[in-house]
């Protein structure tokens, strides 16, 4: 958990997440370790921590020395990490002196793009660096609190590692380098049935995440920028024509990517047009939804836009094909969040820990910790998005 008021309010649910399935509730409520993030170190939190009473009602005698939270420093095998890119990046930084290249680390993101960068700056030694494996998640939730989701669609778990950039028409796609852990975590997901998760090829999973990152890269700046509902993006003049340019951008990047080369029916599959069809269908879907990078602007946090509209920005620059479309929305999206930082600059609500550890560039507008408790003042944002975290 990334901050202690986070445990507290799951410690407050007497430590329950539920799902909820058509009303059938599924409480898991024991066994779960729980670690909490404080300045940069992970603490284990012991079962009893906090407690004075146990679940059936009974006192519990500490016998004057209540548990304490230690330092958690043991090797992590297999990390699944389910929250947004900007957030997964910190999230796994700190976790770096406990992963080697023995872990697998499980990538569950909208956005593209965290692999890469933690390459670039956390596990910059290849023979030192973890494994990774992408997932895309297709079942529709709807969160109802921090610890309470409802199902609502059903939908499957793809999972794969990363596709090559290099262009690998004839090789085929084989699992045999694949690390003990890896393939533990891919037989544990697809052994659990509610998952419906199956191993699939690099390629297909790409192309699954490629479709909603172009979907989120529309309607979360847009969304954001205009501050309304996903819903009162339809039938907008102006906003018909911003999303058509996006995606003409996102669609020409996509399929000039060299590890999707030869892929049949690529063209068909990103074309401009189908983007917009799947655009719009989520737009009706979650029409009455706030989108997550609104929320985020107006909570005053870092937004995934880096790993949405800056992916595509810097895939194109690499390929040499210009998208001032999406460089415009990634920093009309930085300049919002630094424009309410800087009229709020000696109020700004520090949400948690882990957006304050969040000292990347890439999340925009950044705080400083370093301050007595009740100042707080905007950290500035670097420029740009490309050089170092
Ligand atoms: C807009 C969205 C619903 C697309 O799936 C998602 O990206 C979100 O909530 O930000």
Redesign the pocket.
Known sequence: MVNWGVYEAYRQRKKRLTIDYDGLTDGLKKGIGIEVLTGNKWYRVPTDYGEKVRDNGEPINHNGSPPRPGEAKEPIDCLVVACKSNQAFNGIRSLKSRLSSNSTIMLVQ?GLGVAERLNQFVFIDPNRRPNYLHAVFSHGMDKKDMYNVKYKTLGTTSIAPPASREITLAKPEDDTSWAPSMKYLTRLFTLTPSLVAFANTPTNVLMYQLE?LA??S???PL?ALNDCR?GDLLYVESVSRLMRLLLLEISRVIMAFPELQGVPGLEDRFLPERLRRLVVA??N??RK???????DVNNRRGT?VEY?NGYIVRRGEELGITCVINYMMKHLIHAKQQIYNRAESEAIPIDSDFEMQDSSHLTGPQITTSLPPNTTKARQSMPDSSKSP
């Open positions: 909208n909603k979907v989120s529309v309607i979360d969304t996903n989520e737009v879907r979650t939804n706030t989108s997550t990078m609104l929320h995934e949405l």
